[in-house]
């Protein structure tokens, strides 16, 4: 009953919960494109590794 | 201000409870949100460019602008600006001592104070020529140059660094007047008309004072509270004044010019916010904690005059910390998407977006008044200015019609206002983004925290607003 009775002074959560999950929604998706960036950038490096492995060894080439 | 007047004219914001709403007051702050992340989802995908950043001033046609701007006019609206400064110390100073029978408390903090709003908004720097300081500097500075042969030169230049600083002072001057000064308490009306006049006499000395050390205009620009206060409402007009000329511009484009570096820009766009937060929250949400600190520093029960200020000023003081710290929260985060600039350059970059948020808290938290109010000001305070029984203009017997709109009513324009406050805001930041960032992707992202801050804003006024009316 206690809890019931001081139910209004708690009423600040409920126009918090919009806030909440916005910004839960941000750093997920903040999240998600620095992965993605990350391994977009790792893709890159292997890219890069291999052509310059290649350029080495047509380099090695007689 | 409704602490003092709610005294004397029993209306806050609203008058009776609301009822019958289809759906829970929160729920309003829900769909509130949701109206923000469609808007925010349709600038992403439909708004490429820039459309705000030119200034597009199409001048009206010159027998238009001298008609309307001439040496006539100016006087003219000089004098009446003269003359309602001087009603409202005559009658603070002379009328009676009950607030709501005195012309000067109405007229000061509802048609003054939030009317002039309405007008810049409406039609661009509606103060300027009503300004009575500027009006009497100008008459003083005239009958110089008539005696002297030349113009009187400002003593000294103004610093740079000074910029908007102190206008931004005054406007925490102001608001402590009326919501700390003026807050009641449960024992006497701190703010009397008397007080006003008082306040108004040593506001107009120090107005005198910065014109005449650092010249009319640049102190009217720059360290006159109102003057800048009204200015920075009237960007968002689709009218305004460039080179002598009156034209048309597009709608909220004016904003993106008004913080332009200035010192003290952004700190004022979030006082006006903080200021109303702390009127709208002191009646609500901070009414309960306000009055504990008040007690426990008075040590009894009603606490006193001095410990209910007190109270108010810290808690003043913390409200307008938390919207500093929101706010720049968001921007630190918008920091985040690319380094390029400072947080503080960024800050000053976003800023202007939040004008509109301050005008939608001006109206949610006032509307009602401004509409009650009124009536009194064009009747019986209209008539008998002194409430000494007088009645010039046959109007004394006039009242205040509370029936002229309902409680849900106001409700339903208090939400509105905010969410066209906030998306219009939300437009205004991404429209700069856009400029900033160059780059769709980028500016999204930057916006996904301006987002959020305009979710924040949203639901702190609508929960206030429901705290303060339920």
Redesign the interface.
Known sequence: MLVVAHAGHYIWVLYAIPVAIVLASIVRSILRERGKEGSDAGHTTDAEDRDEAGQGQADARP | MTDLLSQVLVVGHALVGRQDLPIPE?LF??AA??VL?ISFVALTLAWHRPRFEAARFRPLRESVSRALLNPLTETLAGAVGVFLLAVVVWSGLEGTEAPDRNFTVTFVFVTFWLGMVVASVLFGDAFHPFNPWRAIAGAVGGLFRLVAGQRAPAPLSYPERWGRWPAAGGLVAFGWLELVYGQAGFQTVGLTPQSIATATLVYSAYTFAGMGVFGRETWLERGETFSVYFGMFASLAPLAVEEGRLGRRRPLSGATRWVAGIPGSVSLVLLAIAITTFDGAGEG?LASPISSLAESLAGQTPATVGATRIANTVFLGLTIAFVFALFWAGIY?MH?VRRGDTTRRLGERFAHAFIPIALAYLVAHYFSLVLFQEQAQFTFLLSDPLGDGSDIFGTAGGGIDYGAISANGIWYVQVGALVVGHVTALVLGHDRALRVYGDTRLAA?SQ??M??LM??FT??G??LL?QANG
């Open positions: 929160w702050a829900w949100s949701l992340i949400a985060g985040s992202r996904y925290w987002l959020a979710v924040g639901s702190l609508l929960y429901s």
